[in-house]
């Protein structure tokens, strides 16, 4: 059974950077799709990118702009990066896997998530 | 953009069916799936393709889309349904996850 460990600051600075990493154990990075997911307080869920363990990406075309994902075979993990944060970013953040084929997708299984705030 | 609407709320007495519907433009074009979220937790699939159950996911939940409509059914609702579930989609067009904004299921 998989597992996803994200890990990363709770507190942001706005106009900086947001750094996550999600740790997968139980199984190999390689050969399948991982995501970000993001949840403000009580509200819904909202993608934010894939990568493959290849390193190719999507990204969510809200968040293109300020997005980056990496990943790292060696270590199992993939990472998040969001720059220029507003506290609109505050939120819990997810890392799951994906099964995607390029007309269907679904998220397999999921962190247990990482708050987030963005504050001064 | 692609939207997917959901209702804010659905009652359900227990041992009663629960139907949880999830409109969209043409969704039924689309393959559509399902997430079970409890308070504090993280969301959990319960429904994949259309109308694939996960394993260790109960036979009492299944799922149907057809013309702009995606219906999750939850028959014999137990107390422990009683969650948050959001629909989700892919939208090809604009390369983009899309998710409804979330129903939450109360059985009493």
């Known amino acids: 059974q998989v597992q996803l460990q994200e890990s990363g600051p709770g507190l942001v600075k706005p106009s900086e950077t947001l750094s996550l990493t999600c740790t997968v154990s139980g199984g190999s990075i390689s050969i399948y799709y991982w995501s970000w997911i993001r949840q403000p307080a009580g509200k819904g869920l909202e993608w934010i990118g894939r990568i493959y363990s290849s390193g190719s990406t999507n990204y969510s075309p809200s968040l293109k702009s300020r997005v980056t994902m990496s990943v790292d075979t060696s270590k199992n993990q993939f990472s998040l990066r969001l720059s220029s944060v507003t506290a609109a970013d505050t939120a819990v953040y997810y890392c799951?896997?994906?099964?995607?084929?390029?007309?269907?997708?679904?998220?397999?299984?999921w962190g247990q998530g990482t708050l987030v705030t963005v504050s001064s | 953009s692609y939207e997917l609407t959901q209702p804010p709320s659905v009652s359900v007495s227990p041992g009663q069916t629960a139907s949880i519907t999830c409109s969209g433009d043409?969704?039924?074009?689309?393959?559509t799936c399902w997430y079970q979220q409890k308070p504090g937790q993280s969301p959990v699939l319960v429904i994949y393709?259309?109308?694939k159950r996960p394993s260790g996911i109960p036979e009492r939940f299944s799922g149907s889309n057809s013309g702009n409509t995606a219906t999750l059914t939850i028959s014999g609702t137990q107390a422990m349904d009683e969650a948050d579930y959001y629909c989700q989609a892919w939208d090809s067009s604009t390369a983009n996850v899309v998710f409804g904004g979330g129903t939450k299921l109360t059985v009493l």
């Open positions: 043409q969704l039924g074009n689309k393959y």
């Open positions: 799951a896997r994906e099964s995607y084929s390029g007309s269907l997708n679904w998220f397999e299984s």
């Open positions: 393709q259309d109308n």
